[in-house]
Every structure is written in structure tokens, then in C-alpha cells.
């Protein structure tokens, strides 16, 4: 009887063991590579494929592009990374400005402001771009064309606190897609173009 009574406590033992195995198993969280990566907007960025999923409006255009600036200005990242922040930009170009800045001409460019806002330990805080209603549409010769204003908030040294304001034409092209085809700085937000 004792060899029948120490079996069963064994087998309930094993069964307890099988299935607080099983429970284990099946209800535990499961860790990927993926729960480890964190996305920056840098990635998010590099990432966007503007061929598929370009921005609807031309707000939107600018507000992508400061991401754009926001990574070439503040973010670390390697020479392939800063080639395809580059190009990235000058997706949203129309084909005017891209004629008027050939490609290994903007890249030098940007890399030298890029160097000059480092060594004068300036930082993009935050920017902002007018709201909808803000948005300037006309037609320039025959072509849509839209004037949208944005501001930058910064930082140089420890103290020093300043906006920019920069004013951008987009033109609408043959695919309906609106490309940026000029920009200025101005002194505050143009009211009126």
C-alpha cells in the first residue's frame, strides 16, 4: 500500500511539473530583436519610401522636410546615412531647384552648414509650420503654387535662445505631388506673400 500511495504522489508530482511546464511556455512574453530596437526619427525618415507614400499637401511637404533638417542638423549618423538624407531631400524639390543645385553640389552644402551649426554649437529645438488655413495657394504661370511658413526654434551655446522664420514656395507637379521650389529666411512670418 505505501509503494501505491508514494506512486501516485510521484505522478501528481509529474503532472503538476508537466503542466506548470506547459503554462510556462505558452504564457510567458516572448522577447524579439525587435522589442529591442528602438526607432528613431532618424530611421523613421531614412525609412519613408516617398515613391509610395508622398505627402498629400504642401504643409505636409515642409513638415516632412524639417524632419529632414531636423536629423541633418541635430542627429548622429554615419556618411551613408547623411547620402540618403540628402536624397530624401531632394525628393521633395521641384525639378527647377534641382537644376539650379546639382546633386554633389547640395550635398557639400548641406555638410558645411551642417559643420558651421556644430561648431557654433547651434541646435533646431523644435520647428513649426503654419497652420492649414495659413497655407498661400496661387497661380504662378499657368501652375499651382502654394507658399507655406515655417518656424524654427533654437539654441546656441547654453543660453541663447532664437527663431527663424523661412519662407517656401511649392509648385505642384505633373504627378500632382507639391515640390518645394523656393525658400528664403525672413525677419518674422510674411503675412501676405
Not at 110 to 133: A, F, G, H, P, W
Not at 151 to 176: A, E, P
Request: charged fraction near 30%; charge should be negative.
Amino acid at each position: 500500500m505505501k509503494k501505491y500511495v508514494k506512486m501516485g504522489i510521484s505522478t501528481v508530482f509529474v503532472i503538476v511539473l508537466i503542466v506548470g511546464c506547459y503554462y510556462y511556455m505558452t504564457h510567458r512574453e516572448t522577447k524579439t530583436a525587435d522589442d529591442d530596437v528602438e526607432v528613431t526619427q532618424l530611421h523613421q525618415v531614412l525609412d519613408k519610401q516617398l515613391d509610395n507614400s508622398y505627402p498629400p499637401t504642401p504643409r505636409e511637404v515642409i513638415k516632412f522636410y524639417n524632419r529632414i533638417i531636423e536629423c541633418a542638423y541635430g542627429d548622429e549618423y554615419n556618411d551613408e546615412q547623411f547620402q540618403r538624407l540628402a536624397s530624401q531631400a531632394r525628393k521633395l524639390m521641384d525639378e527647377e531647384l534641382l537644376a539650379n543645385n546639382p546633386e554633389e553640389a547640395y550635398k557639400t552644402k548641406l555638410q558645411t552648414e551642417v559643420q558651421s551649426y556644430q561648431e557654433e554649437s547651434r541646435k533646431i529645438l523644435k520647428t513649426r509650420v503654419c497652420n492649414t488655413d495659413e497655407v498661400v495657394y496661387r497661380e504662378i504661370e499657368g501652375k499651382k503654387c502654394a507658399y507655406v511658413q515655417a518656424t524654427y526654434f533654437m539654441k546656441q551655446g547654453k543660453k541663447d535662445f532664437f527663431k527663424t522664420y523661412q519662407s517656401y514656395l511649392l509648385r505642384q507637379d505633373q504627378d500632382k505631388n507639391w515640390k518645394i521650389l523656393a525658400f528664403h529666411l525672413t525677419d518674422a512670418v510674411d503675412e501676405d506673400e
